[in-house]
DNA sequence: CGACTGGTTGATGACAGTCAACTGATGTGG
DNA sequence: CCACATCAGTTGACTGTCATCAACCAGTCG
């Protein structure tokens, strides 16, 4: 079984009203933008998936986050028109421009092909993965491990697609860079999950076999280890 | 010298347009939403300082972000109207509530105390924090204590405010929350960079001695361990 | 078939979390 | 104003998790 990737068309995206002569597409492992260049708007990724990373000054990769189709690339560069990350495709992918013009417009009742209040919640469901993800950095590898799969599997499951078997688009090696750990703790951390019957893998094939277990550990309610919820007053 | 903040009020920070008749203050230790709240909308911080945090179901807090001045709160509510975290003032502070129907407004034309460029400005910049917050997951805890440093003081540059001696508003327990780490650890850490003469500290005025030796730590180019550069092909 | 990339497993050491004790600062009531 | 309690911060000892280095295995491609 090959892990080439059906690229599938996701309809019950929405579109934001872009007009698709906006639209490109661009093959696996290519670069879309680095980190400084200038951006001509921001890119909706219609099918396949990207990875957006950061190389640190002394040259380690950081991924930050993958995008899936539906998600929105390039948002840093909404502060000055430059981005500070680098987007690579993991597949060939179809993506939509959505230039900045588009956005900037003050008067959003002019150009109908852009949905602004899409655009906004959109943006508060970046927000809203920045927060979960950063929860990730008081957290052992293997909660980051359930996180990733349980954030993964809840994407699938919002565009319609089968939640609990699925293919990834990305190597153990981007999965490890996303999760801040070594790609050996990572390969550790997917083994053990298998001999705790809590999935099967094969290659990037993942099937979750108990969901809700996955999810109690990325939530950090492991029934085994029972630690006494010291709830500290972090308000005073 | 007590730690009592100035609560300076900041001239400089373009206040979006936005009418003062919204603006308030609020005491110091109180919430100012919590996780799952209905929001009015967005708030900016005119002077003062809060906190911004998420509570897991197993009962642990991860500080997300501290916002100082011109910074906005309960972005990730522009999603669909409710929070995902916490708000607490670390000081009294003022605040000015951006409601959402100011920002969801189709036809911005039509309101003129909003500055809708500004705006979205102000979102890009939060998404590079969070690039950069990201960072710090595969961060030791030298680079994150330096990169918390380095950003602070950065900060208050921006504000035109003194960048080599400040007094944080934040407890020791609140900095380790944000970066992830034990409280004992920052203290140590703290106590390290004391000694290796990067910093003088005492309770919470801290005085950066070598701004620019710090900021090396949080690039990861450290002189004396001279790792070598191992950049790994991240694109294929 | 052989070379290469991607993925796994084992051994070891270092960094950081935990538990505990202690100090210093702040606040309260008598 | 002092005694006491409480909270914040630091330091020490110990342990566990995870990064590192290395070898090895599996799959893919020319």
């Given at each position: 079984m090959s892990h080439l990737h059906?690229?599938?068309?996701?309809?019950?995206?929405?579109?934001?009203?872009?007009?698709?002569?906006?639209?490109?597409?661009?093959?696996?492992?290519?670069?879309?933008?680095?980190?400084?260049?200038?951006?001509?708007?921001?890119?909706?990724?219609?099918?396949?998936?990207?990875?957006?990373?950061?190389?640190?000054?002394?040259?380690?990769?950081?991924?930050?986050?993958?995008c899936m189709p539906g998600d929105l690339i390039g948002l840093d560069g909404l502060a000055d028109g430059f981005s500070r990350s680098t987007v690579v495709t993991l597949e060939t992918s179809n993506l939509t421009l959505i230039p900045f013009k588009s956005i900037l417009n003050q008067d959003q009742s002019r150009d109908k092909n852009f949905d602004y209040p899409n655009f906004i919640h959109?943006?508060?469901?970046?927000?809203?993965?920045?927060?979960?993800?950063?929860?990730?950095?008081?957290?052992?590898?293997?909660?980051?491990?359930?996180?990733?799969?349980?954030?993964?599997?809840?994407?699938?499951?919002?565009?319609?697609?089968?939640?609990?078997?699925?293919?990834?688009?990305?190597?153990?090696?981007?999965?490890?860079?996303?999760?801040?750990?070594?790609?050996?703790?990572?390969?550790?951390e997917l083994a053990t999950f298998c001999k705790r019957g809590l999935l099967k893998k094969y290659l990037r094939n993942i099937e979750l076999l108990d969901i809700e277990e996955i999810r109690n550990i990325a939530n950090g309610n492991e029934p085994q280890q029972q630690q006494e919820q010291k709830q500290q007053d972090i308000a005073a």
């Open positions: 059906s690229n599938t068309q996701i309809n019950n995206i929405n579109n934001m009203g872009i007009k698709d002569s906006n639209a490109f597409v661009i093959r696996e492992h290519q670069f879309l933008f680095k980190m400084g260049d200038q951006l001509e708007g921001i890119y909706r990724v219609n099918s396949g998936s990207v990875k957006i990373f950061k190389t640190s000054e002394s040259g380690n990769d950081q991924i930050i986050r993958f959109q943006l508060g469901v970046n927000f809203n993965h920045d927060i979960e993800y950063s929860m990730m950095l008081s957290q052992c590898a293997d909660r980051r491990l359930a996180w990733f799969l349980i954030n993964y599997s809840d994407g699938l499951k919002k565009r319609g697609q089968r939640a609990n078997e699925f293919t990834v688009p990305m190597k153990r090696t981007d999965i490890a860079l996303y999760l801040g750990m070594a790609v050996e703790t990572l390969s550790r």
